[in-house]
């Protein structure tokens, strides 16, 4: 049986050998000769621990959700998030970032973009809130918090906020369904949150169908303070040509920026609903959208014919940003040829 991880390890072991060859890329290395030696290492290393970590990987008795998304050799994991982090470019934000929307594809396609925001969140933050919605089969109704008392990747363990139990008490929380504990729209920015944050406690919310954004902004709000950071959990748009699929997510982002919740609800982001809650909480804190960066998965696959888009958009307060203007590494992503 492969697991997710390993596609995700073996991918971008291939997509850093790539780059290293000279693999034209929209992200530009500093130095191309140190990133090949770099490349190397974490290569051959990847797919030395996938192959043993094959036959390590089972289901633990435990409180704790372990992960199938990521390698569970630490050393190896950690590579990969500081590569990304290195490597992220994107639009610089002003003021200090209190949400962020970040994509959870997979590292290879999409851990580019959530890393150009993580790099630049502000510390101290003590409490993280994570908004995703759920992917598994069967449609969940309502939201939920996951019945673990704590998140374990191979970074080390992340308990839950005790406010995780009194939010999943308020109306429009459902008991989490059986067999799946949790997803990888939450999963998936855990270990970029243990190396930039490292410690802090985490409420992670699940949002499945007719979650209502206004009332689930509202039962959030009162556990909000200055060292908070809340992330909205998508990715864009899916199965789209590369040139459409930049036009379809540009309307996205816009309704984001501009605050159009009746367009962002008609959007294919897979989040939409964890988006619209996160934007209803920025509107009543005042805090600023802005674009930090764009790509959809032709820009690092290269497979162009049907194409995943991600963007990182961060929510800001601490200083007045006007308008929405696009970053220009961001909008020349956006750009249609
Ligand atoms: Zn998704």
Not at 44 to 58: E, F
Not at 126 to 152: D, E, M
Not at 190 to 203: D, I, R
Not at 228 to 244: H, K, V, W
């Amino acid at each position: 049986m492969i697991h997710r991880w390993q596609v995700i390890i073996l991918s971008l072991a291939g997509f850093l050998l790539l780059r290293a060859a000279n693999f034209t890329s929209p992200l530009a290395l500093n130095n191309r000769q140190a990133a090949a030696k770099e490349s190397r290492a974490a290569a051959g290393g990847a797919v030395g621990k996938a192959a043993v970590a094959q036959s390590t990987t089972t289901s633990k008795a435990s409180p704790e959700a372990s992960s199938r998304f990521y390698p569970p050799d630490p050393l190896t994991l950690r590579l990969i998030i500081q590569r990304l982090l290195s490597a992220a470019s994107g639009a610089k934000v002003r003021g200090r970032i209190f949400g962020l929307i970040c994509p959870h594809h997979g590292y290879l396609s999409s851990g580019i973009v959530a890393a150009a925001g993580y790099k630049q969140l502000t510390l101290p933050i003590k409490r993280v809130f994570i908004l995703g919605p759920v992917h598994q089969k069967g449609k969940v109704s309502g939201a939920f918090i996951p019945a673990i008392k704590s998140y374990r990747t191979p970074l080390g363990e992340i308990p839950l906020s005790s406010i995780a139990a009194k939010l999943s008490q308020q109306p429009g929380f459902v008991a989490p369904p059986k067999g799946e504990a949790t997803d990888r729209s939450i999963e998936m920015q855990l270990p970029f949150l243990q190396q930039t944050v490292k410690s802090f406690e985490l409420v992670p919310i699940l949002v499945g169908q007719k979650v209502e954004p206004t009332t689930l902004a509202r039962q959030i709000l009162p556990y909000l303070t200055e060292e908070c950071l809340i992330i909205a959990s998508s990715d864009l748009s899916e199965g789209y040509p590369f040139d459409q699929a930049s036009s379809v997510d540009q309307k996205t982002i816009k309704a984001i920026t501009s605050f159009d919740f009746k367009t962002l609800s008609s959007s294919e982001a897979c989040g939409r609903a964890s988006i619209a809650t996160l934007m209803e909480i920025a509107r009543q804190k005042q805090w600023s959208p802005q674009l930090i960066e764009y790509q959809n998965s032709g820009y690092t696959t290269r497979a162009r014919k049907q194409v995943a888009g991600f963007a990182c958009l961060a929510f800001c307060g601490g200083e007045k940003v006007g308008g929405e203007k696009l970053a220009p590494q961001a909008s020349k992503n956006l750009k249609t040829k």
